[in-house]
């Protein structure tokens, strides 16, 4: 059964910063994925892509955070990692881990974890 938990949401104050990380089990990034990111999700909005990194690195991100986040892969732990800088309260959402993987293009998601930026 592969799950995905993410974990560093919290609160903090406009250019704040934050590190989110997606642990795996039951698949393995680096042999089964070829793409993981993260995505969210404000109230009464639609679920958004923030970034993903390809099996071979490749990095992708929306516009809204281009130069303030950056998207990892820690093929050794088995987690991809989302560090947030100069944060925004339109950054204000759920965040989703995501992968899909190679053979099947199956997707799965995490839970979610809530980040919220005020003042």
């Known amino acids: 059964q592969v799950q995905l938990v993410e974990s560093g949401g919290a609160s903090v104050e406009p250019g704040g910063s934050l590190r989110h990380s997606c642990a795996a089990s039951g698949i393995i990034f680096s042999s089964h994925s070829n793409v993981m990111g993260w995505f969210r999700q404000a109230p009464g909005k639609e679920r958004e892509l923030v970034a993903t990194i390809t099996n071979n690195g490749r990095t992708n991100y929306d516009n809204s955070v281009e130069g303030r986040f950056t998207i990892s892969r820690d093929d050794a732990k088995n987690t991809v990692n989302l560090q947030m800088i100069s944060l925004k309260p339109e950054d204000t959402a759920s965040y989703y881990c995501?992968?899909?993987?190679?053979?099947?293009?199956?997707?799965?998601w995490g839970q979610g974890t809530q980040v919220t930026v005020s003042s």
């Open positions: 995501y992968t899909k993987t190679r053979l099947t293009s199956r997707e799965y």
